[in-house]
């Protein structure tokens, strides 16, 4: 039999069901060369097709070991297909395991009838909504024993089965540490990536421009979930401790470097540490936390450097260290609004410490 892409979409619709069809054949043995050129371009459409047929290869390692409790189901298998008088694909009874001389129909059967729990498991589980508002934090353990730490205004869902546990970070920042499960992977989907646990503790932020990635401990697979026109599908990229990565919408993955740990992650002790950072972004990050709007009224204030250190619950003194130190005035118009703007003339003194303010 000789399996061709466009048999391939016509029986099989489903990149799941496309996978199934594509491993029992392969292992059947009677798998061409012409056959294996077809999956391997099947296999290089989408990272969708490599993760499902992946899939299938996992669990019949599984099922490889766990031999003695599978023959009640190829009994039933052999018992369909006796009554059907389909007498011959008799050949399972000489061998479950040697590929090479079962019918692929049979095959398929088996691995049907085997997987039903197990596409069973995916169907039933079960997925929980989270979210935090601006200025709240919140601390979720999950059934496995991992920690997710949401950060401000941020929304996820969280889908944990017998098969695989799944994160999506649909806004937002938070800090995974993870419970490792061979068995179970541990994924986090943001934007057009996903990030694979292979066995540590990371954060991931979602920005309007891209996402970011960054290490704690122990090591991460971040990798796109479809290529895109401006950027062609790249290899993951493995992030160790100690670095990051980021990737836009587009299909950008930036190189993986080194990050400051205590000035990135401080939010996750209540406090916000810039080094030389401009103004307008510090406003920006510390207006996450704030259940209003701080607009800077100034653009060329936009790149004075600002360095200090602040808690994100206390937004009075970090607008009076900006006073203090900055040619700034802070005025609230509003519980919902504070507006920065520069004073025309201020004194010698608060000119000479611009660009320094703290708490």
């Known amino acids: 039999?000789?399996?061709?892409?466009?048999?391939?979409?016509?029986?099989?619709?489903?990149?799941?069901?496309?996978?199934?069809?594509?491993f029992v054949h392969l292992q059947s043995g009677e798998a061409?060369?012409?056959?294996?050129?077809?999956?391997?371009?099947?296999?290089?459409?989408?990272?969708?097709h490599q993760k499902e047929f992946e899939y299938f290869s996992k669990i019949w390692k599984t099922l490889d070991q766990a031999k003695p409790f599978v023959a009640d189901d190829i009994k039933q298998a052999e018992a369909f297909w006796d009554t059907a008088r389909l007498t011959r694909f008799s050949a399972i009874r000489q061998g479950f395991f040697q590929w090479g001389r079962i019918p692929v129909v049979v095959l398929t059967l088996m691995v049907l009838v085997v997987l039903v729990p197990w596409f069973g498991s995916r169907q039933r589980a079960v997925?929980?909504?989270?979210?935090?508002?601006?200025?709240?934090?919140?601390?979720?353990?999950?059934?496995?024993?991992?920690?997710?730490?949401?950060?401000?205004?941020?929304?996820?869902?969280?889908?944990?089965?017998?098969?695989?546990?799944?994160?999506?970070?649909?806004?937002?920042?938070?800090?995974?540490?993870?419970?490792?499960?061979?068995?179970?992977?541990?994924?986090?989907?943001?934007?057009?990536?996903?990030?694979?646990?292979?066995g540590t503790q990371f954060t991931v932020y979602t920005s309007p421009e891209q996402v970011n990635v960054f290490v704690l401990d122990g090591v991460v697979e971040v990798g796109l979930n479809e290529p895109t026109h401006s950027f062609p599908m790249s290899s993951p990229q493995i992030v160790r401790q100690g670095q990051k990565v980021s990737y836009t919408a587009d299909g950008q993955v930036s190189a993986v470097e080194s990050f400051d740990r205590q000035t990135e992650n401080s939010w996750i002790e209540g406090r916000l540490i810039f080094q030389g950072q401009p103004l307008e972004q510090v406003l920006?990050?510390?207006?996450?936390?704030?259940?209003g709007e701080i607009r800077l009224l100034d653009s060329t204030l936009a790149?004075?450097?600002?360095?200090?250190?602040?808690?994100?619950?206390?937004?009075?003194?970090?607008?009076?260290a900006l006073q203090d130190t900055l040619p700034v005035?802070?005025?609230?118009?509003?519980?919902?609004?504070?507006?920065?703007?520069?004073?025309?003339?201020?004194?010698s003194s608060t000119s000479s410490r611009a660009g320094q303010p703290s708490s």
Not at 303 to 320: E, K, R, T
């Open 127 to 198: 997925e929980n909504q989270y979210q935090t508002v601006k200025g709240e934090q919140q601390t979720i353990v999950l059934t496995d024993g991992s920690k997710i730490i949401m950060n401000t205004d941020t929304k996820i869902s969280v889908r944990l089965s017998d098969a695989d546990r799944v994160v999506t970070l649909r806004q937002g920042e938070a800090l995974f540490t993870v419970t490792h499960d061979e068995r179970r992977p541990f994924e986090v989907r943001a934007g057009n990536g996903t990030v694979r646990d292979l």
């Open 32 to 48: 061409t060369v012409g056959d294996r050129r077809c999956f391997e371009a099947w296999v290089l459409e989408s990272p969708v």
């Open 329 to 347: 005035r802070a005025t609230r118009i509003n519980p919902r609004l504070v507006i920065v703007e520069r004073i025309l003339n201020p004194d």
């Open 284 to 291: 920006k990050d510390v207006g996450r936390y704030q259940s």
């Open 1 to 22: 039999m000789r399996m061709s892409e466009k048999d391939q979409d016509s029986s099989a619709p489903f990149p799941n069901e496309q996978a199934l069809q594509w």
């Open 303 to 320: 790149a004075v450097p600002v360095s200090g250190i602040f808690n994100i619950h206390d937004l009075g003194s970090f607008l009076q």
